[in-house]
């Protein structure tokens, strides 16, 4: 029996890890891939409208992978809760990969199924509003970063380096 929470415990942390690296990775190639059109930018070159579609790519990407890992997490409580209402859980591997392929409303929709649902989407709405800032205002920032530079290139009034 606690052998089947450890792997649920275990199989839920690599996932939150997962979630943290993406955002890592997200942020520092954002951050590199700004800093290099900035630096183009200055030179007088318009080859930075060139890079901006893969920032607004990043951007996009960034909230949309972020909000679907997030209810990643999610699952895994619903099974550590199942586990303790008594409720069979089966392979949490299985499950999870079936879990893959849904709809973020398939996923709403399963995770309201779960004993205390309701309770577990409630605190989840009330927490995205305090990781609002990394998952939506932040790439958010990166996009009006983006619009910013390439209005100015295209004014060709581009930055000056310090």
């Given amino acids: 029996m606690k052998n089947e929470y450890a792997e649920i415990i275990a199989f839920g942390s690599t996932q939150t890890a997962l979630?943290?690296?993406?955002?890592?990775?997200?942020l520092t190639c954002q951050s590199i891939l700004f800093a290099v059109a900035a630096f183009i930018a200055s030179e007088g070159s318009p080859v930075t409208v060139l890079l901006s579609p893969i920032g607004v790519f990043?951007?996009?990407?960034?909230?949309?992978?972020?909000?679907?890992?997030?209810?990643d997490e999610l699952f895994f409580d619903c099974q550590l809760l199942k586990k303790e209402?008594?409720?069979?859980?089966?392979?949490?591997y299985n499950a999870y990969y079936d879990w893959g392929a849904l709809t973020?409303?398939?996923?709403?929709?399963?995770?309201?199924?779960?004993?205390?649902?309701?309770?577990i989407l409630r605190v989840y709405g009330k927490l995205m509003s305090t990781k609002g800032v990394i998952r939506t205002l932040l790439p958010s920032l990166f996009l009006l970063l983006w619009a910013i530079l390439v209005y100015l290139v295209l004014l060709n009034k581009s930055p000056k380096p310090c």
Avoid at 19 to 26: K, T, V
């Fill in 19 to 26: 979630i943290q690296s993406y955002r890592n990775i997200f």
């Fill in 58 to 71: 990043l951007s996009v990407s960034w909230i949309l992978i972020d909000r679907h890992r997030g209810l």
């Fill in 85 to 92: 209402k008594g409720i069979e859980v089966s392979n949490v």
């Fill in 104 to 119: 973020l409303k398939g996923k709403k929709d399963k995770i309201s199924e779960c004993p205390r649902g309701e309770d």
